[in-house]
C-alpha cells in the first residue's frame, strides 16, 4: 500500500504529521506548501532523536520510490470466479451457490434492508431498480477454495440521476494518511491494528424521501407475492450513493464514540481519539 503512495510531496506528510500530532493547531483547507524536506523539524520535534533520524530518512526517500503508473499490473481476480448468476447455476458447484445466496439474501432481511411491498403502495413515478448476483470464490494461502461468496447488487447504471440519486461524494483517506499513521505508530511503539466491518454499506439508512424500489432476486421471490417489491431503505452495494451514505453513518457514530476528524486538507477520513497520558 506504501508504494502505491510514494508520489507525492514530502511537505504533505509534514503537515498531515503534525495535524495528528498536534490536533489542537489544525487549519482548515490550509494552504500546502512547496515541498521542503526542511519541514520535517516540525513533526522530529516531538520524537525521540534516533526516531527523528528514522522519519527523516522516510520521507526523503518518498521521491525515490516508484509511482502507481510504474508498478506491474497485478490481476487479482479468481480465474473460478463466474461472470453470470446462470454460469452459477449450471456449474458442478451449483447447489454452494444457492446456499451462498440464500444466505446472502438472509444477511439483506436481518439487517432491516428492505420491506416487502405490493407495486400499488409505491410512489407514482418512481423507478424499480433490478439488481444480480455476484459470485466470489474465497480462497486461503493455498489457492483452495474455502467459500463460495454471493453478494446482490443493484445494477447502478440504471439509477438517473435527479431522480435516483444527487450527491455521491464520499471522504476517502489518502494512502499517505496510511504511511504516516503506521510511521507514527512504530515511532511510539504503539499497538497498530486493522479490521473490517462486513457488509458496510448496510448500515447506512436511507432518508425517507431517498427510499429506493428494486425488483426481488430472480428464484427467490416470496411465495405468493412475486409481483410485489423491495421498498430500500438502506444502501446497497452498487448504488450510486451507498458509499456517502455509509460515510456519513460512520462519521455521525465516530462523534459519537469521541472521536475528532481531522479537518486538515490531506487527512480526509482520519480520526483521532487521545486517551491520557500518550495514547492516540
Request: glycine share 4%.
Amino acid at each position: 500500500m506504501a508504494r502505491l503512495a510514494m508520489n507525492a510531496h514530502a511537505a504533505i506528510d509534514a503537515e498531515l504529521a503534525s495535524a495528528i500530532l498536534n490536533p489542537t493547531s489544525i487549519i482548515l483547507d490550509s494552504p500546502i506548501p512547496d515541498a521542503d524536506h526542511d519541514a520535517l523539524a516540525k513533526l522530529s520535534k516531538s520524537l525521540a532523536p534516533a526516531d527523528h533520524i528514522l522519519l527523516a530518512g522516510f520521507i526523503t526517500n518518498l521521491d525515490n520510490l516508484p509511482s502507481s503508473q510504474d508498478l506491474p499490473h497485478v490481476n487479482v481476480e479468481c480465474l473460478d470466479d463466474l461472470k453470470t448468476w446462470c454460469e452459477a447455476l449450471q456449474s458442478l458447484d451449483h447447489t454452494s451457490w444457492i446456499h451462498g445466496a440464500e444466505e446472502e439474501l438472509q444477511s439483506l432481511c436481518e439487517h432491516d434492508v428492505y420491506r416487502l411491498i405490493p407495486c400499488t403502495d409505491m410512489p407514482h413515478g418512481r423507478k424499480v431498480l433490478q439488481g444480480h448476483f455476484v459470485c466470489q470464490c474465497k480462497q486461503d494461502e493455498t489457492g483452495t477454495v474455502t467459500h463460495h461468496k454471493v453478494c446482490f447488487v443493484v445494477k447502478g447504471y440504471e439509477q438517473i440521476y435527479g431522480q435516483d440519486f444527487t450527491r455521491t461524494t464520499a471522504l476517502t483517506a489518502h494512502l499517505k494518511s496510511f504511511c504516516i499513521l503506521l510511521h507514527i505508530a512504530a515511532a511510539h511503539d504503539w499497538d497498530a491494528q486493522q479490521f473490517d466491518i462486513k457488509m458496510a454499506y448496510l448500515n447506512g439508512i436511507l432518508l425517507v424521501d431517498k427510499i429506493q424500489f428494486m425488483e426481488q432476486p430472480e428464484g427467490f421471490s416470496a411465495p405468493s407475492k412475486e409481483s410485489w417489491v423491495w421498498e430500500l431503505h438502506k444502501g446497497l452495494y452498487g448504488m450510486h450513493q451507498s458509499g456517502r451514505i455509509w460515510n456519513k453513518q460512520m462519521h455521525a457514530t465516530m462523534l459519537t464514540w469521541g472521536f475528532t476528524h481531522l479537518m486538515c486538507k490531506w487527512s480526509n477520513g482520519v480520526f483521532i481519539i487521545v486517551t491520557p497520558p500518550t495514547a492516540l
